[in-house]
Antibody, heavy 117, light 107 residues
Framework: QVQLKESGPGLVAPSQSLSITCTVS????????VNWVRQPPGKGLEWLGM???????DYHSALQSRLSISKDNSKSQVFLKMNSLQTDDTARYYC???????????WGQGTSVTVSS | DIQMTQSSSYLSVSLGGRVTITCKAS??????LAWYQQKPGNAPRLLIS???SLETGVPSRFSGSGSGKDYTLSITSLQTEDVATYYC?????????FGAGTKLELK
């Protein structure tokens, strides 16, 4: 069955960078895109960006200078990197499979990231 | 960027009642509209795609409608397990965008 699982550092110091890995199973990364979505505590969902099956990427307009999404098809892993973290980047970060016609049909359970010194 | 506006942040609802949640896009999105349900502590769950297509396993009391810029999620005969926050999302063009969410609360 389709599964996605995020793994991240938990705690990041201000101004440092964040790296999160999304490991998928049950589908091929060449056939589906993967989105990154975050949710600050008590707030709504914010789309960060995605990597398509062909490796092309799209990013949130205001965050694209700080974001990088890449993947390793052979390892079924997608990577999110965000630079220059601040306290308002504290959130739960999700990866979600993209079905072109249906939206985000499968989600990981998310990984919590706190930005604090 | 296409902005998605959910007119109500909160809705007070009664068990067994009908609920309507609205979502308006700042530009035409040609029915490339998804609705998600999120319960506390859980990841969002895709309920409806293509504005009107119910995902497998989603109860038939949920339905979606709309076209152009204006879309609606309806729940009939509201059950306790439907109390959650609902988000619309456009996937017509990147950057994809979500509405701010509508939280259902029991009267």
């Amino acid at each position: 069955q389709v599964q996605l699982k995020e793994s991240g550092p938990g705690l990041v110091a201000p101004s440092q960078s964040l790296s999160i890995t999304c490991t998928v199973s049950g589908f091929s990364l060449t056939g589906y895109g993967v989105n990154w979505v975050r949710q600050p505590p008590g707030k709504g969902l914010e789309w960060l960006g995605m990597i398509w099956g062909d490796g092309n990427t799209d990013y949130h307009s205001a965050l694209q200078s700080r974001l990088s999404i890449s993947k390793d098809n052979s390892k079924s892993q997608v990577f999110l990197k965000m630079n220059s973290l601040q306290t308002d980047d504290t959130a739960r970060y999700y990866c979600a499979r993209d079905d072109v016609r249906r939206g985000m049909d499968y989600w990981g359970q998310g990984t919590s990231v706190t930005v604090s010194s | 960027d296409i902005q998605m506006t959910q007119s109500s942040s909160y809705l007070s609802v009664s068990l067994g009642g009908r609920v309507t949640i609205t979502c308006k896009a700042s530009d035409h999105i040609n029915n490339w509209l998804a609705w998600y349900q999120q319960k506390p502590g859980n990841a969002p769950r895709l309920l409806i795609s293509g504005a009107t297509s119910l995902e497998t396993g989603v109860p038939s009391r949920f339905s979606g409608s709309g076209s152009g810029k204006d879309y609606t999620l309806s729940i009939t005969s509201l059950q306790t397990e439907d109390v959650a926050t609902y988000y619309c999302q456009q996937y017509w063009s990147t950057p994809f965008t979500f509405g701010a969410g509508t939280k259902l609360e029991l009267k």
